[in-house]
């Protein structure tokens, strides 16, 4: 057999192996999908967001700029100060520190799905090692990854360029507007730069993912030897099914035996099948089918009836009828009841002849 590492991988992944490799937390995920969504949530939390933050700065800057003039000068003084200055970088920044936050998880959540797992951020010592991480440096990926940046910088960079020639002719109109209106054309500016490099960025963010469900699902294609060596775990070894099979038959007809000294005939083809059959009126209502066999396991029940003395009937049609219709602890079926019964009277006969 050819070793594992010369075969070709042509088999698509197991939904096993797709298990596994997600319990240890290779999924495919883009980055690129993960900038786009923080970016977008960004820009709508400053749209909508934008007027309150410059009004919250405004009273910031006014409230600094009286203490340039007059500056606390006792320690009370100092913590009042601290005290404001921690608040206001709060109340600022953390509604859009939560914002980015859900974003982000969103964003892995689209992608992944709920996983959680502590395996990509155990330390690997086997990935500091200098010649595979030669490998990886010049390897395919890297190779992606490196004209993917630089596709991106040159999209991007001309995305932004295109838009802020399109708003050209406004800049020599800004010399005669007031402060005010230069800040709000240059946030508007800003924003409709930004909005387009997003959309952009989620183009691509879309054929990056693409790509990384692709090469993810290439490396985790198996080999026919390594897909025959699952399939054989999961099901078991045939070996040993096999044999579990023949020690099941084995005791099913250790226990079958067992019960052919409580029967009351056995009913014969004459050579090739077996069935033994109990009566007893004052417990059964029907006759019960204690076992049956073929050849050897026929003259099997044959020498164990007549070891304890239970008569052997020779009728080849109802022991090829039944044969067939009847398994060990059924009821005889009621088409057979008169066949069955002429034979139990002649055994019942032959008894209290033998008693007499």
Known sequence: ????????????????????????????????????????????????????????????????????????????????????????????????????????????????????????????????????????????????????????????????????????????????????????????????????????LLVLAILDFAYQKWDHEKNLKMTKEEVKEERKQMEGDPQIKGRIRTVMREMHRKRMMGQVPQATVVVTNPTHLAIAIRYEPAEMDTPKVLAKGKRLVAERIKQIAKEHGIPTIEDKPLARAMYDRVQPGDDIPTEFFSAVAEILAYVYKLKNKMAA
Request: a positive charge; aromatic letters at 12%.
């Open 1 to 200: 057999m050819a070793d594992d590492g010369f075969q070709e991988r042509s088999e698509a992944p197991t939904d096993k192996r797709r298990g596994e490799s997600r319990s240890k937390g290779s999924v495919p995920t883009s980055a690129e999908a993960n900038s786009v969504i923080v970016l977008f949530a960004a820009l709508i939390f400053l749209k909508i967001s934008g007027p309150w933050m410059m009004d919250e700065m405004g009273r910031v800057m006014v409230y600094y700029l009286n203490v340039v003039s007059d500056p606390p000068r006792t320690l009370g003084g100092f913590i009042v100060l601290i005290t404001y200055t921690v608040s206001w970088t709060m109340k600022i920044m953390l509604p859009m520190m939560l914002v980015l936050m859900v974003a982000g998880i969103f964003a892995n959540f689209i992608q992944v799905g709920w996983l959680f797992t502590f395996k990509p951020i155990i330390p690997n010592f086997g990935k500091i090692n200098p010649i595979t991480g030669m490998g990886r440096l010049f390897s395919l990926r890297s190779m992606v990854e490196a004209v993917k940046s630089i596709l991106k910088i040159i999209i991007i960079g001309w995305v932004a360029y295109a838009t802020i020639m399109g708003e050209f002719s406004h800049f020599f109109e800004l010399s005669d507007t007031s402060p005010g209106m230069m800040w709000s054309f240059v946030g508007h500016l800003t924003y409709e730069v930004l909005l387009r490099v997003c959309l952009v």
